[in-house]
């Protein structure tokens, strides 16, 4: 007796079911990066991590940290991080350990996030989730802009109960307020974001209407983001020097601008980025087959994120790389809104196979980084406690190898050093940025000393022994030769030409 053949009905049916369960599993996949290794290898998280533990250490009265830094208060912008992982490591969590829960958190938020703005636009489709999920790997997060991407995560949220609530002007401007605050929160720049979103929402469904009630709820958000700005330390940001990519030249400015929206969900690493760039063309042929089209409501807003990217400085007082975090959210928006529900299951089981592959590879890739980072925990571990430890660069970023500066991004691992009891200044401790502030003394080092010769070595470590009597360390990173054959034997093989310890005093 013959077995019924499947009918087309089926297997389109089984199809789509397995579409759903790709899509899934494309979502917890996006997850093991983050789970992989610990402390992530994203540019700026080491110092932050290591912000919270001061913060946690001075709380329990430690003098020695009190010497060092002063404890602001949560009460400013930005301070998500902080206050999240500190009540972890109340619980008991470890540092590191608490920073991968943060991370996993906010990716939670952000993926979920993602997917209400997508139903909120009408674009809702099984690759909503997957597309979350590659776009949570943007250039805010690998340069460690943590609390950013935390508040672009909230903001998704946000943005997508505002669209929920259009028929309702009361709740949205009592909501507009509790949403700018929330996000403003997490990040200032996050909270002028949503409020430029929801203007723009609120000016193109105003379009024809010879009535100004329609600008009345966005006000509230507006007037709270701009109060919640100049009462609070963040203020500060906005004095001293604002500066344009391109140095002055038009083709520069150009270039670099459009870089940024170039590289906006890459991760720095050549196979994970490959593996993206099939995706991204995957997505563009299903785009193009299904001639889907932005709204014009979408439309305008990206249109206005793509503005602001544009004019925004790259630098605007202690507030660096200001403009490298929007192209992301330019691109985050256009993949949430733009509707693939007509999408094949083939071509779709096939953008979220790519997309897993993207989350497997990268999170290999940070895998093989424990080690390295194992090693300069053995090597700080050896330092003295209550010393200091100085930070510099021997080799200039400009002429480290793309590939070495993010194999991991290792500039700020001299912050590790805190959880040995070791004061370094170049933890991120801005007054008008974070809880903790820098004491006045100690701010000619909250950078990294340029060593690029012996010669300059010498006189920063001339400086460094105005430090003693007590124990103080140089953490140099990328050393080149001629510094490590004068002081050989200061540096684990397994860190050769990255980092070098080189005592002061």
Not at 237 to 249: A, D, E, I, K, P
């Amino acid at each position: 007796m013959s077995l019924p053949q499947p009918t087309i009905a089926s297997r389109i049916a089984w199809s789509d079911v397995a579409l759903r369960y790709a899509a899934g599993l494309a979502v917890i996949a996006g997850a093991l990066p983050l789970l992989s290794c610990a402390p992530a290898p994203l540019q700026d998280w080491p110092s932050h991590l290591a912000r919270v533990w001061i913060i946690a250490r001075m709380l329990a009265g430690d003098a020695f940290w009190n010497a060092h830094y002063t404890f602001g208060g949560f009460l400013i912008p930005n301070a998500i991080l902080d206050v999240v992982v500190l009540g972890l490591l109340k619980l008991g969590v470890t540092l590191r350990l608490a920073g991968t829960l943060y991370l996993v958190l906010t990716y939670g938020v952000f993926v979920g996030g993602f997917r209400q703005l997508a139903r909120a636009a009408g674009a809702l489709s099984p690759l909503t989730l997957p597309l979350g999920a590659a776009c949570f790997y943007g250039l805010p997060l690998f340069w460690g802009f943590v609390n950013f991407t935390t508040g672009v995560a909230v903001m998704l949220w946000a943005v997508a109960a505002w669209v929920d609530w259009r028929d309702r002007p009361l709740r949205r401007a009592v909501f507009g307020v509790a949403a700018t605050l929330g996000t403003g929160f997490c990040h200032i720049v996050a909270a002028f974001l949503f409020v430029g979103v929801v203007g723009v929402l609120d000016l193109v469904a105003a379009r024809g209407q010879r009535r100004f009630a329609w600008l009345l709820p966005p006000i509230p958000a507006a007037l709270t983001a701009l109060l919640l700005l100049l009462a609070s330390r963040t203020a500060g940001t906005l004095h001293g020097s604002v500066r344009w990519r391109g140095g002055g030249s038009v083709l520069g400015f150009v270039t670099g601008k459009a870089a940024l929206f170039a590289k906006a969900l890459l991760s720095y690493q050549p196979g994970p980025d490959v593996l993206l760039g099939a995706a991204l063309v995957t997505a563009a042929w299903l785009i193009w087959r299904l001639r889907a089209r932005p709204s014009v409501t979408w439309a305008a807003v990206m249109g206005g994120l793509v503005l602001v990217a544009i004019v925004a400085p790259e630098w605007v007082g202690s507030g660096g790389l200001f403009d490298a975090r929007i192209p992301a959210v330019a691109v985050i928006v256009l993949a949430a809104t733009l509707s693939l529900r007509g999408a094949g299951p083939r071509l779709g089981l096939l953008l979220a196979g790519l997309l897993i592959g993207r989350s497997v590879w990268l999170a290999a890739d940070w895998w093989r980084f424990n080690p390295m980072f194992a090693a300069i925990e053995a090597m700080l571990a050896t330092l003295p406690p209550h010393s200091t430890l100085l930070a510099s660069e021997a080799t200039p970023i400009a002429k480290v190898p793309l590939g070495a500066w993010w194999s991991p991004a290792i500039s700020n691992t001299a912050s590790l050093a805190v959880t040995h009891d070791i004061f370094v200044p170049s933890v991120f401790a801005i007054a008008d940025q974070q809880p903790l502030v820098l004491r006045p003394a100690w701010h000619e080092w909250s950078g990294y000393r340029a060593v690029d010769t012996p010669a300059q070595l010498g006189r920063v470590l001339a400086a460094a022994r105005d430090r003693c009597p007590s124990p103080t360390t140089l953490f140099v990173l990328y050393p080149d030769a001629a510094i490590l054959a004068a002081y050989p034997g200061t540096v684990p093989a397994s860190l050769a030409n990255r980092i070098a310890i080189i005592g002061a005093c």
